[in-house]
């Protein structure tokens, strides 16, 4: 990775290694990191949160969608401009940190991917079981997994990035298809950008506002910024227009649901089923009301949001995992063995894919969802803090330190994801003693 040492100011010469192939200065491209942490962080189970909030209670909520928007900007741009600054990676910044993080993300992240690889699997099969309901559900999620690993594991960042923008343009023509046709309510759209919590709408307005779209992926941002190739500060500006335009896209596609689950779910009088089996549900529904062609997209377009996580976090979080391992074994960031195609790497995709089926055929052990619940529950306040140290630290040039406006913003992201921590901790502890 290049050092800081090669950033100049930008009215002198543009050293070679910060030059696109024709020697001109960095440009923006549609197609980057930022699209594929957006599309990664926003899976099926995000669709069925938005949709239900629709439908109990219309647009009131719009405003909290917008505000997770601005939330996940701000996070996400921290870790890329923690990385472009410092030449380093996010793991590198956490250990600066003191040793407690390496405590909390070695055991965290092992069982994450264990627990996640079979949920992902799962999310990514429900669709296609319902399409072609000839093989079932446990087949086909064996069959995404060993497809997302075969992807990642000979596939080039290159491809894979172009993959995951095939499988946004899939979600985004469907769903925003969709909410075009059931033709939104414009004037309680408007109403909803009014700051209001609803009746019983607290744990909905927190969920939109700081889940959607929000995992272990916004950390992995720094990486994929590496893998394209953009590793110092003269890609700052760069990277910045590359996350806003992706989570833009984001927040057009949650308003989306927002729409559907407002003009279809409600007036249609059902209950969606809790977590990912509600698309399909959805999918009978709009069956029902706009036919067979219009049903079968959406399921299409639910098929690439959950294809699209995991071959995301394949990747991403495979990078994480090697970065962590590498650095554990004594080797430095850029050793070969801690990059895409290394050895810690590819054990990870392994990780990620083979032990997770096991959870296919046995269902979660109580013990592990406690576990993964309480680990879950903490990664995004971890992550929110974690940011505030090294973005206000000495190991960061001056010029990209936080800002008063970010440091509140920040500091917003932390409050409220310790407050979804606790109701996602109360929830695993509740599921453990209610079974």
Not at 47 to 71: E, N, P
Not at 208 to 214: D, M
Request: with cysteine; net charge positive.
């Amino acid at each position: 990775m290049a050092s800081n040492t090669n950033a100049r100011d930008e009215t002198g010469p543009v050293p070679v290694d910060l030059v696109t192939t024709d020697g001109a200065p960095p440009k923006w491209k549609i197609v980057g990191p930022g699209l594929v942490v957006a599309a990664t962080g926003v899976g099926a189970a995000d669709m069925v949160a938005t949709l239900v909030a629709g439908s109990k209670f219309g647009y009131a909520l719009l405003w909290a969608v917008i505000l997770g928007v601005i939330l996940k900007i701000v996070l996400v741009e921290g870790a890329g401009r923690y990385t472009l600054a410092t030449g380093k990676t996010i793991f590198e910044g956490w250990r600066s940190l003191g040793k407690w993080t390496t405590w909390y993300f070695g055991p965290y992240i092992m069982l994450w991917g264990f627990v996640y690889g079979a949920t992902a699997m799962s999310s990514a099969a429900l669709p296609l079981a319902a399409l072609f309901p000839q093989l079932p559900l446990p087949v086909w999620a064996v069959i995404m997994g060993l497809a997302g690993l075969t992807m990642v594991w000979f596939g080039r960042y290159a491809i894979f990035e172009r993959i995951t923008a095939v499988l946004v343009g899939l979600m985004f023509i469907t769903v925003v298809g969709l909410a075009v046709i059931a033709v939104p309510d414009f004037p309680a759209m408007l109403r909803g950008l009014v700051p209001l919590i609803p009746e019983g709408g607290v744990l909905y307005t927190l969920a939109l506002a700081g889940g959607v779209g929000g995992t272990i992926t916004l950390a992995a941002y720094g990486y994929w910024l590496r893998e394209k190739g953009w590793s110092t500060p003269r890609w700052m500006k760069v990277m910045r227009i590359d996350n806003r335009m992706a989570y833009v896209m984001t927040g057009i596609f949650v308003i989306s649901m927002l729409v559907v689950g407002a003009e279809v779910v409600s007036t249609a009088g059902v209950t969606l089923a809790a977590g990912d089996k509600g698309l399909v549900d959805l999918s009978a529904v709009l069956n029902e009301k706009y036919g067979v062609v219009v049903g079968t997209g959406f399921l299409v377009g639910f098929w690439a949001a959950s294809f699209s996580s995991i071959i995301g976090v394949w990747n991403g979080v495979g990078l994480m995992f090697a970065d962590f391992w590498g650095n554990m074994r004594g080797k430095g960031s850029g050793h070969p063995d801690t990059r895409v195609g290394g050895k810690y790497f590819k054990f990870y995709l392994l990780w990620l894919t083979f032990p997770p089926m096991l959870l296919l055929l046995l269902g979660q052990p109580i013990g592990l969802i406690l576990a993964y619940g309480i680990l879950g529950s903490l990664f995004m306040p971890f992550l929110a803090v974690t940011l505030l140290g090294l973005l206000n630290g000495k190991e960061i040039a001056r010029e990209w330190r936080n800002k008063i406006w970010t440091n509140l913003a920040l500091g917003l992201c932390a409050v409220l994801f310790v407050i979804l921590g606790v109701h996602q901790l109360v929830t695993a502890v509740t599921t453990v003693f209610a079974a």
